[in-house]
């Protein structure tokens, strides 16, 4: 037998945006534990905004469990926080009501800034480097400092040592700011992994005294990109059959649909979609081919194959909260009938 170091993560109650919690329990298993083998485990809800002191007792539930490569016989729990009955979900657990699908999938684009002292790293104590322009996809001190690329790179390998689907890194256009691309098969996979690989990111960086800065607009209405979460999202539909009538017919449904997706595509998103900075006005729905200034983007992929592929929902927060974000898109495509569909109600 071994013992196994479990780190059961889950979403707290804070609103507008949970935040990150984490505790070890050791257990023996003879080998690296399944999900059924997990046990429900409980947390001081008062201490998480998901009770009241009296009775405070929340039940974690284990939903996917990946290694934990920075220990040794380490694994990562990701959990669903439950009511005390270990069976209802609690009123904060989000992925519970995901709509999901194997045959959806999803790639997301997580950027944030790197803090330290309150500033971006890189960002001199008073007033502001050199304006944007070298810093995406930029290499160089004067670029990318010196720890920024270290750390990019330490969590790029420990996503993949967890199996996480890692798919890329690159600075982004402000001075301290990143991104990194998850993509996943089903809306559930593909959130879990970003609520991991950020749990991951920001876990790592408390050795180098930084912080994970994942507001959409830190630095205000300035001349500084804001953080978003591109989800990029095709279903099989999209990829084997689509055609043009059948994209339009979705864009309309998007279109009609805006305010919906604008709530649940993070807190804070009017100070970033502004028009400027490669963003679209939080307050019309557009879309155009290879558009950086859409709300949706249609790759040139896209169109070359028939209106076939996947498409690039680019308002979406550095803050929102994936599981949302996914089943609101689902939502919203499943609303628009695919022929079949529309042949069957003939
Ligand atoms: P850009 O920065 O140009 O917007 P990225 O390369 O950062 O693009 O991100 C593109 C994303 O699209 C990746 O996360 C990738 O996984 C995702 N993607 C590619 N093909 C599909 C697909 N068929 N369905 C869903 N997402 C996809
Ligand atoms: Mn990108
Ligand atoms: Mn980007
Ligand atoms: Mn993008």
């Known amino acids: 037998m071994t013992k196994y170091k479990l780190e059961y993560i889950w979403l707290d109650g804070y609103t507008p945006t949970p935040n990150l919690r984490g505790k070890t329990q050791v257990k023996e298993f003879a080998e690296f534990p399944t999900l059924e083998q997990l046990p429900l485990w409980g947390f001081d809800g008062s201490s998480t905004m998901q009770a009241e002191g009296k009775s405070s007792d929340c039940v ?91 750390i990019v790179e330490e969590h790029l390998d420990l996503c993949l040592a967890a199996g996480i689907n890692h798919e890329g890194i690159n600075a982004e256009v402000a001075k301290g700011q990143w991104e990194f691309q998850i993509f996943g098969k089903g809306s559930k996979k593909a959130a879990d992994e970003i609520w991991l690989a950020r749990y991951l990111l920001e876990r790592l960086t408390e050795k180098y005294c930084v912080d994970v800065e994942y507001h959409c607009k830190p630095l205000g209405d300035t001349d500084w990109n804001g953080s978003g979460m591109h989800c990029n999202f095709s279903t099989s539909f999209m990829r084997e059959a689509g055609g043009k009538d059948y994209f339009e017919a979705l864009m309309d449904a998007f279109a009609e649909a805006r305010a919906d997706h604008i709530a649940v595509y993070g807190p804070d998103n009017h100070l970033r979609l502004t028009g400027k900075h490669e963003t679209a006005s939080i307050h019309v729905f557009s879309y155009g081919v290879a558009d950086r200034g859409a709300s949706i983007r249609v790759p040139h992929s896209f169109v070359n194959n028939g209106y076939r592929g996947y498409l690039e929902d680019r308002r979406p927060n550095s803050q929102g909260d994936p599981y949302q974000i996914a089943s609101r898109v689902l939502k919203t495509i499943s609303d628009v009938p695919t022929f079949s569909e529309k042949k069957a109600a003939a």
């Not at 439950?82 to 045959?103: F, L």
């Open 60 to 150: 974690l539930k284990p939903v996917a469990v990946y290694p934990d490569p920075a220990r040794t016989n380490g694994a990562l729990v990701l959990c669903e926080v439950m009511m005390p009955d270990g069976v209802t979900p609690h009123p904060s657990n989000t992925r519970a009501t995901v709509q999901d699908d194997d045959g959806a999938w999803f790639g997301f684009e997580q950027e944030y800034f790197l803090y330290k002292d309150g500033r971006p790293l890189g960002f001199p104590e008073h007033g502001y480097p050199a304006p944007q322009g070298p810093y995406y996809t930029g290499v160089g001190y004067k670029n990318v400092g010196n720890i920024a690329r270290q």
